[in-house]
């Protein structure tokens, strides 16, 4: 069983930053991809921006240029960079692993993007 915990959320005021982290812990295979997913209110849930072990990337168009996800394989730790926030990216953040095994998700961060 794969354990996740995110931090990093909070409020902040449009055109702010703010950085994720999710550390994850427990598992007994290899963490092939982790990834950042969000939730807002009245709305589905969808990805932001996979990681894979070897770098490889990918955004949804709307945060391109603005999030960058990273990743530290030997803690099994991915981050998320977020620049140039705007009230639209205000959500429930959640980090996804995937291995083997299955898919593990945290307990989920909010991030408020506000005046």
């Known amino acids: 069983q794969v354990q996740l915990v995110e931090s990093g959320g909070g409020l902040v005021q449009p055109g702010g930053s703010l950085r994720l982290s999710c550390a994850a812990s427990?598992?007994?295979?290899?963490?092939?991809?982790m990834g950042w997913y969000r939730q807002a209110p009245g709305k589905q849930r969808e990805l932001v921006a996979v990681i894979t072990s070897d770098a490889i990337t990918s955004y949804i168009d709307s945060v391109k240029g603005r999030f960058t996800i990273s990743r530290d394989n030997a803690k099994d730790t991915v981050y998320l960079e977020m620049n140039s926030l705007k009230p639209e990216d205000t959500a429930v953040y959640y980090c996804n692993a995937v291995t083997s095994r299955g898919m593990y998700w945290g307990q989920g961060t909010l991030v408020t993007v506000s005046s």
């Open positions: 427990g598992s007994r295979f290899a963490i092939h991809v």
